[in-house]
């Protein structure tokens, strides 16, 4: 095993990797830590015994660090917000601007990744509008809710450079076929 992260996510996968695993594994020099997203009371569980440990939830991500010993956190809105997840998770304890991004988080969580990342992301002008199906984007009704998201965050905090803006649906390119 070279040097790895190994990535708990049951919520994707339908298994969680219990603890006496990660224990074992823990036992190798090779191992870098865990992006547990099972809950902070197992974030803290692993740091409490050594283990390094980075947020898998987004939502969760500020409490994880502050609160429960995370080193970080392993991030979708990371993709958006690079500065501002910076600061959440590395200049401190910031109730406030974690407030103020949730609202994001939960709208980037509200279909299966990378659905709503991609969506803002073309959005954003950052990425070609194009998804492979069966993936398609956000509806109409959520796109205009990002934007209204970028504007409360403010559009300079987020990646790109090009002004947001809500695509309609001929915008967007469907590619393969679905299974």
Known sequence: MGPTIIYNVPGRTGQDIPPRVIH???QSPNLAGVKECA???????????GIVVWSGNDDQCHEARWNHGATGVVSVTSNLLPGLMRKLMFEGKNTELNSKLLPLI???FQEPNPIALNTALAQLGVVRPV????YVPLP???RLEFVDLVEKIGRENFVGEK???VLDDDDFILIGRPY
Do not use: H, I, K, M
Not at 39 to 49: A, K
Not at 131 to 134: D, G, N
């Open 140 to 142: 109409s009704a959520q």
């Open 24 to 26: 074992t594994l823990a």
């Open 163 to 165: 002004d947001v803006q």
């Open 39 to 49: 809950g902070n009371d197992r974030v803290e569980q692993y740091t409490d015994e």
């Open 131 to 134: 998804f492979r199906l069966p």
């Open 106 to 108: 939960n709208w980037l």
